[in-house]
C-alpha cells in the first residue's frame, strides 16, 4: 500500500510540474483570466480576487485529434490594444472604444485566443493548418464556485424561434438533459452577474446553446447541433431537422472558431451599456454602405391591416399599402413592409392579383418612403437569384426573412449567403425566427435587426410579454444586440383587462410604456406595429413617435435593475432621449440632468396619467425649461413608463 500511494504521490507532483499557469488582466485590472495547461486546459475568471468563474475545462475534438488535452504550449504572447470602432449603423454609440489585453497560447498547429476587457473575457479557438477539418464536439464549460439563481431561457428543441421567457432558477436544477438558448444570465453576490454568449458566429460553425453537467451541478456546458443529414418540410415555413450527424462542422482550416464571451458586471447598468458582442465581431467586408439606412417602419401584421375610416375594403392589396405609405410619408418615417400575403406561399415569385409591387414602390419612392418584403427563407431560397434580381428591379429596399428557426452549420452559412446577396443588390436584412445576433451584424451591416426575441407580436395569442419581460429584455436579449420586438401599441391594457386578440391586438402596459422602447428597446430598423388609423387619432404619441431616432451617437443608462426598471438617456446630434419602463409595480425614479452639457434646454414628457392604474392608456404631455442642475421625477403606474425630448434651446 505504501508503494501504491508513494506512486500516487509521484505522479501527482509530476502532473503538477508539467502544469504551467498564464493569466491576463483587464487594462484597468478589474478583470483577470488565469489559464491552466496541464493535461487539459482549464480558465478562470476573477473580479478584483473574488473567484468569478471556477476552473472551467475546454476543449475541442476534432476527428483525429483533441486540441486542448495532453498538449503543449509552445509559445505565449501577450499584446494590448486601444482602438476605436465607427460603426456603419450606430446603435448604443456612434464611436466605441475597442480596450483589451490579449493572451494567446500557441500549440502545434492551432492557438488559444484569450481576451480580457474591463467589461468582460472571451475565448476562442484558432486552427492554423490548412486542410479538412471535421469537428466532432467543442467542450465550452463555464463553472460557477456555488449554486446561484440563473434566468434560463429554456429550450424544448433545437428547432426554435429562440423566443424564450427566462425561468428564475437554481444552477443546481437545470440537469445535463435540460438546455437554453444563449444569452444567458448568471446571478452571483454582491449583485455582481455573468451574462454569457458568443461572438463572430458567422461561418462554417452552429451556435451556442448551454445545457446543466453531468461533472458539476454549478456548471454549464455549450451544446452544438450537428450537421443536418436530413429535414423535412412540414408547411411552408417550417423545415424541421429531422437527422443530425455526429459532429459539428466539416470546414477547411485555418479557421478561427466563435468567441465564447463573459460579461461581468456589479451594475445591472453595464450589461444593457456593453458593446462586447459586437467588439468580438469580425469586421465590415463591405466597401459601398451610403445605402445603408436605419429607420422607422409602418408595419402591417401586427395590426391585421384593420385600418378603418376609408373608402376602400382593407385588406392585401394596393389601396390599402398606399394608406400605409401616406402614414409612413406624413411622419417621417422611412419605410413599409409588406408582411405575409403580398405572395403566393408557394411561389415567391407568384405575386397575389391584388399586389403590384412596382406601383408600390414608385408611389413610395415619390413620398421619400421604402418598400421591405417579408419572406419565408426556403421560398426565397428555392429561386433566390431570380427573386432577389426581381426585388432589386422593383427598386425594394429589403428584406424581412421568416422561419429560418436553427443555427446549425448550413443555417449559419445562409444567413452569411443572404446577407452577402442582399449587400451585392444594396437591400437590408431583418431577421425573423431567428437566432441572436452574434457578429453578422458588423461584418454585414446591411444586416439591421434580428428577431430572436418575445416580442409584442406575441401579444396576439398569449400574455407575454408582460412589462416584467419588457425590462428583463435589456438585459439579457439586448445585450446580444439589436432585437425587433416591433413596439407601438395604442391599445393598452392593465394586468386585469388584458386580453390577447389576434385580429384587434392589444399590449399589457401603459401608453407610455409603450413610447419608452423606442428609447430603451434597440433596433436600427424599429417597427410602429399598431395600425395608422389608430396613430391617426393619437396626435400626442405622434408628436414623440415622430422624432425618436432609431440610432444613437451616446447611450447612459441612469438606473436599472434586472426585472424590475430601467431609466435610459440616448443622445442624437444635441437632442437627448429618455425611456423609463417598469414592471407590474409602480415605481418612482429621479431624473439627474447633470449629463446635460452647460446651457439652457427644454424637456418635453409624456408620462401615466393619474388614472393610468386603471386606464393604461391614459397619459399627460407636459413642458419645461431645464438645465444640467434640474432633478425630475418619475412617477410610473403600474406596467407604466416615461418619455421625454430634451432639446437646447
Known sequence: MKKYALLFLSVLFMNQLN????????PS?????????????????????????????????????????????????????????????????????????????SFKDYNLHFRAYDEGVAYRWEVT?????????????????????????????????????????????????????????????????????????????????????????????????????????????????????????????PKSFPWRAIIISDDDRQLVESELIYKLAPENVLENTDWIKPGKVAWDWWNALNIYGVDFKSGVNNATYKY????????????????????????IMKVQDEINVQELVDYGKDKGVGVILWVVWKALDDKLTEALD?????????????????????????????????????????????????????????????????????????????????????FIRMVAGPMDYTPGAMLNANKENFRDIFEAPMAPGTRCHQLAMYVVFES???????????????????EFLKEVPTVWDETRVLEAKVGDYILMARRKGETWYVGAMTDWSPRSLELNLSLLPAGNYTIQVWKDGVNADRHAADFKQEKQNVSASSKIKIDMAPGGGWAAIISKN
Request: contains cysteine; hydrophobic residues 35%.
Open 524 to 542: 436600427p430598423l424599429q417597427m410602429l406595429s399598431d395600425n395608422p388609423s389608430n396613430y391617426y387619432r393619437e396626435p400626442e404619441a405622434m
Open 390 to 474: 426581381q426585388f432589386e428591379t422593383w427598386g425594394v429596399k429589403g428584406i424581412k426573412i421568416d422561419f429560418m428557426q436553427r443555427d446549425d452549420q448550413w443555417m449559419v452559412n445562409f444567413y452569411e449567403k443572404i446577407a452577402r446577396e442582399c449587400a451585392e443588390r444594396k437591400m437590408l436584412v431583418d431577421y425573423h425566427g431567428a437566432y441572436k445576433p452574434a457578429g453578422l451584424d458588423r461584418k454585414y451591416p446591411n444586416v439591421i435587426s434580428y428577431e430572436g426575441v418575445k416580442g409584442m407580436e406575441n401579444c396576439k395569442w398569449s400574455e407575454l410579454p408582460d412589462p416584467e419581460l419588457n425590462v428583463t429584455l435589456p
Open 19 to 26: 502544469a504551467k499557469d498564464y493569466s491576463v488582466k483587464s
Open 129 to 253: 493548418a490548412k486542410g479538412p477539418l471535421k469537428v466532432m464536439n467543442e467542450q465550452a464549460t463555464f463553472t460557477f464556485p456555488t449554486d446561484l439563481k440563473i434566468w434560463f431561457p429554456e429550450e424544448e428543441s433545437m428547432f426554435s424561434h429562440q423566443e424564450r421567457s427566462y425561468l428564475d432558477v437554481k444552477l443546481s436544477e437545470i440537469t445535463p438533459e435540460r438546455f437554453a438558448s444563449t444569452g444567458l444570465l448568471v446571478s452571483c453576490n454582491n449583485n455582481v452577474k455573468v451574462y454569457i454568449s458568443e461572438s463572430d458566429l458567422v461561418t462554417d460553425y452552429a451556435g451556442m446553446f448551454l445545457k446543466g453537467s453531468a461533472e458539476n451541478s454549478f456548471r454549464l456546458e455549450g451544446k452544438f447541433a450537428g450537421v443536418v443529414l436530413e429535414e423535412e418540410q412540414r408547411t411552408d415555413r417550417d423545415v424541421a431537422p429531422v437527422k443530425y450527424a455526429d459532429y459539428i462542422a466539416e470546414l477547411e482550416g
Open 324 to 347: 400605409y405609405i401616406d402614414f409612413a410619408a406624413e411622419y417621417g418615417l422611412d419605410y413599409i413592409i409588406l408582411d405575409e400575403g403580398w405572395y403566393h406561399l408557394e411561389d
Open 29 to 105: 485590472e478589474r478583470l483577470t483570466v488565469k489559464v491552466t495547461v496541464n493535461e487539459d486546459v482549464r480558465y478562470s475568471v476573477f473580479l478584483g480576487d473574488k473567484e468569478i468563474i471556477a476552473a472551467s475545462p475546454i476543449s475541442l475534438t476534432l476527428e483525429n485529434e483533441v486540441l486542448g488535452k495532453n498538449t503543449k504550449v509552445r509559445r505565449d504572447k501577450t499584446i494590448s490594444v486601444n482602438e476605436e470602432i465607427i460603426p456603419v449603423v450606430a446603435r448604443k454609440n456612434a464611436r466605441i472604444p475597442d480596450v483589451y489585453n490579449q493572451l494567446t497560447l
